[in-house]
T-cell receptor
Framework: EADIYQTPRYLVIGTGKKITLECSQTMGHDKMYWYQQDPGMELHLIHYSYGVNSTEKGDLSSESTVSRIRTEHFPLTLESARPSHTSQYLC????????????????FGPGTRLLVL | KQEVTQIPAALSVPEGENLVLNCSFTDSAIYNLQWFRQDPGKGLTSLLLIQSSQREQTSGRLNASLDKSSGRSTLYIAASQPGDSATYLCAAPRTYGGATNKLIFGTGTLLAVQP
């Protein structure tokens, strides 16, 4: 089983608060990803990182920001939470050195369910 | 726009039945397709990955097929068990924008296996 962790698992918070969703992996993977999933909807990539000090926006525009100071850590921050940010946030990682013919398996964390009141 | 769709959205079957989940994709140039399982409140678990050069992949009671010409993939689950109850997602890598290994997911099929 993949060792990728997310905290908190559930978060209920008021509008305007600053929040940070944590994601850590102990596999030494260079690539990490943040996905957003609304109930009954597709997963959408919102951020990804190819390695330390490398972060890029994903397919879905997001007001969140990310940082990658250490290989194992990829936190996501919302400076001022709003009800529209209510969703599930999933973190994933993959190791390009373990790819088979260019294919990398992504390992997912358990997700953080965020509710902004 | 590259799209991945899944039907049905939900499926309920009695224990022991064989079943098929369907996935359609718009870009036949994909080089692989993955099937994932998502349990409530948990992240995704990769089940099977099919390369574009393959037509089938098997893991235990699961068998996934890929037909790029028709833009379809199926996940066959044999002798279903209540523990198979979960949401099943298929995902294809994005083929535009020079992206590598970024996945486009379908909306999933919610499977309930009744004991």
């Amino acid at each position: 089983e993949a060792d990728i962790y997310q905290t908190p698992r559930y978060l209920v918070i008021g509008t305007g608060k600053k929040i940070t969703l944590e994601c850590s992996q102990t596999m030494g993977h260079d690539k990490m990803y943040w996905y957003q999933q609304d109930p009954g909807m597709e997963l959408h990539l919102i951020h990804y990182s190819y390695g330390v000090n490398s972060t890029e926006k994903g397919d879905l525009s997001s007001e969140s920001t990310v940082s990658r100071i250490r290989t194992e850590h990829f936190p996501l921050t919302l400076e001022s939470a709003r009800p529209s940010h209510t969703s599930q946030y999933l973190c994933a990682s993959s190791d390009p050195t373990l790819s088979v013919r260019g294919v990398e398996t992504q390992y997912f964390g358990p997700g953080t369910r965020l509710l902004v009141l | 726009k590259q799209e991945v769709t899944q039907i049905p959205a939900a499926l309920s079957v009695p224990e022991g039945e064989n079943l098929v989940l369907n996935c359609s994709f718009t870009d036949s140039a994909i080089y692989n397709l993955q099937w994932f399982r998502q349990d409530p409140g948990k992240g995704l678990t990769s089940l099977l990955l099919i390369q574009s050069s393959q037509r089938e992949q098997t893991s235990g009671r699961l068998n996934a097929s890929l037909d790029k010409s028709s833009g379809r993939s199926t996940l066959y689950i044999a002798a279903s068990q209540p523990g198979d109850s979960a949401t099943y997602l298929c995902a294809a890598p994005r083929t535009y924008g020079g992206a590598t290994n970024k996945l486009i997911f379908g909306t999933g099929t919610l499977l309930a296996v009744q004991p």
